[in-house]
């Protein structure tokens, strides 16, 4: 298992651009504008183009308000070798799949203390399988 990012939404992205990169010295890595869904997707790490973990700012275009109730922070997210094995072991310890890997690429699950924690398939996605790919999706994540 590999730690990836972890995930924050921002009222204003050049407030945030300016502490994350002027304040404490973070390089944007990528960003992926969204107009379909109407958000912006921006990665923050040490060095261009570094595999190392990183933060990921999500800003909602149509969101004005402040976040309150934890909406600012979003998830930690981890590439698993296998999805579908991931969720069973989780399952298997008792903890429910939030959103299950229908894809066989993206699952979520919340930890005890409600955080949500993202698996994410290395590689290319595995190809969909049952129960998994009908499995609804339960509360938040």
């Known amino acids: ?3 990836l990012h972890t995930m924050i939404r921002v009222r204003d992205i050049d407030a945030a651009l300016r502490f994350f990169c002027e304040g ?3 390089r944007e ?3 992926h504008d969204e107009e379909r869904g ?3 997707l921006v990665f923050l790490g040490t060095e261009p183009g570094a595999d190392s ?3 990921e700012l999500t800003h909602n275009w149509d969101h004005a308000e402040p976040y309150t109730g934890g909406r ?3 998830h930690v997210a ?3 070798d296998d999805i579908y094995a991931s969720c069973q072991r989780m399952v298997d310890l008792g903890y429910t799949i939030s959103r299950p890997p229908r894809d066989g690429r993206m699952a979520f699950v919340r930890s005890p203390d409600l955080i949500s924690v993202e698996l994410l398939q290395r590689g290319q996605a595995l190809p969909a399988r049952e129960p998994w790919a009908s499995m609804p999706s339960t509360g938040e994540w």
């Open 1 to 3: 298992m590999r730690y």
């Open 24 to 26: 404490l010295g973070l």
């Open 29 to 31: 890595i990528r960003r």
């Open 38 to 40: 109407r958000f912006t």
């Open 53 to 55: 973990p990183q933060i």
């Open 72 to 74: 600012n922070f979003g």
């Open 78 to 80: 981890y590439e698993v």
